[in-house]
């Protein structure tokens, strides 16, 4: 834990290392994927590297962290850290690699910094680092006690039992046991997948868990936006086996019975069908808004899938916007153009649980910010660098 003086000093130095922090992950992945190459190629997601998410969402959490070492809050640093655990769990991570994590960091810290990390400096981020690094590990290890697993060993192969297109670029797969019964999830959690490319590289990726959770079956969609999910659309039909994790996420329905907003766009609908799935089976009678966002009607995955589900609640209310292609359906429930919340009724102890790219992920937090609606009370799929320095604030 963090002394006073090294607080004082990571107060003093914040500002530098964050102004520098895209430097400082630049070099680090450099570093890291020189002296690793399988890490890029079986572990880290290279089309986020070749695109500069991966090293922004690094920089974003590090910073983050880094200020609520200075104003404490707890709920926020929870906003971070159980978010990148189950992310860790599902990829496989270990304590070992914080070891090697740690090496290159602070390589890529003292190449960038220079002569500005004197011995008090460099002990002071040091200590933030496995600060946070003790945390995540410690997380981790209760995620994966929780799912019955050793640390690290999450993966295992399964049965691909059905195929179906659900839009014209997304499909949908099923997959049984190879052998053994899959492990259960609760509705709004996610699988990793692992599939091996032409260039010898097995990449992963995360997806949502639409089924229900009392089947003995795994279900989730892909759309077509990427080296693995061209793979899994043009190699992986009924019979073949996909190379998969246990389920971890966080966004699940919490434990009480308040209001639920749900609101997705594009892809970001598979969490809200899995949580609808488990609703709709309960009959929950609790009032439950879905808002749901894309660019057209013909390309939307689950279109009839979301409104079925919905549907059967007892107190379920839809509400979809498109970009295009639905101004002559425009009504009450269909409107023309991006997501707004002006005239969406959210009742004071709902839960806004929110499903989708960063960009959709972000605005649609200012707006709950601007309708007074507490940060506690929204919750989020993942992280993303914009919602990070949010949560710094």
């Given at each position: ?286 009032p439950v808004t879905v808002l749901h966002a894309d660019r057209s009607r013909n390309r939307q ?84 660098p914009e919602l990070l320095r949010s949560a710094a604030r």
């Amino acid at each position: 834990m963090l002394s006073e003086t090294q607080r004082t000093t990571l107060a003093a130095t914040l500002p530098a290392v964050q102004g520098a922090l895209a430097d400082i992950t630049a070099s680090f992945y450099r570093g890291l994927f020189t002296a690793h190459p399988d890490l890029l190629d079986n572990l880290f997601n290279r089309t986020h590297q070749k695109t500069g998410e991966q090293p922004q969402a690094l920089a974003g959490s590090i910073a983050a962290f880094a200020a609520l070492q200075l104003e404490p809050d707890v709920r926020r640093q929870r906003f971070i850290l159980d978010r990148i655990a189950h992310k860790h769990a599902s990829l496989g991570v270990t304590r070992a690699q914080y070891d090697v994590v740690h090496e290159h960091l602070f390589a890529a810290i003292v190449e960038i910094l220079g002569d500005a990390v004197t011995p008090p400096v460099a002990d002071a981020w040091d200590q933030l680092y496995w600060d946070m690094a003790d945390l995540l590990i410690e997380k981790e290890a209760s995620l994966y006690a929780q799912a019955g697993v050793k640390p690290g060993q999450v993966w295992h192969d399964a049965i691909v039992a059905e195929r179906v297109q659900v839009s014209p670029d997304t499909i949908s797969l099923t997959l049984a046991g190879d052998g053994e019964s899959l492990p259960g999830f609760r509705p709004g959690q996610y699988i990793s997948v692992q599939v091996p490319l032409a260039d010898g590289a097995r990449q992963i990726r995360q997806y949502s868990l639409t089924g229900s959770p009392t089947d003995d079956r795994w279900t989730f969609s892909v759309k077509l936006a990427g080296e693995v999910s061209a793979y899994l659309h043009e190699q992986v039909f009924e019979g073949d086996r996909l190379h998969v994790s246990t389920p971890f996420g966080d966004l699940v329905l919490p434990d009480d019975d308040m209001p639920v907003v749900l609101a997705s766009a594009g892809i970001g609908c598979t969490p809200v069908i899995g949580l609808l799935t488990a609703l709709a089976n309960d009959q929950d009678r609790r009032p439950v808004t879905v808002l749901h966002a894309d660019r057209s009607r013909n390309r939307q995955p689950h279109r009839g899938q979301l409104a079925a589900l919905v549907d059967k609640l007892p107190n379920g209310r839809l509400y979809q916007w498109y970009e295009n292609g639905a101004g002559h359906l425009e009504s009450p429930s269909i409107r023309v153009g991006t997501m707004t919340l002006d005239d969406i009724d959210i009742a004071d102890d709902a839960h806004v649980m929110l499903c989708g790219p960063g960009g959709f992920l972000a605005g649609m937090r200012e707006q709950l910010v601007s309708r007074e609606v507490p940060e506690s009370q929204i919750h989020y799929e993942t992280f993303g660098p914009e919602l990070l320095r949010s949560a710094a604030r």
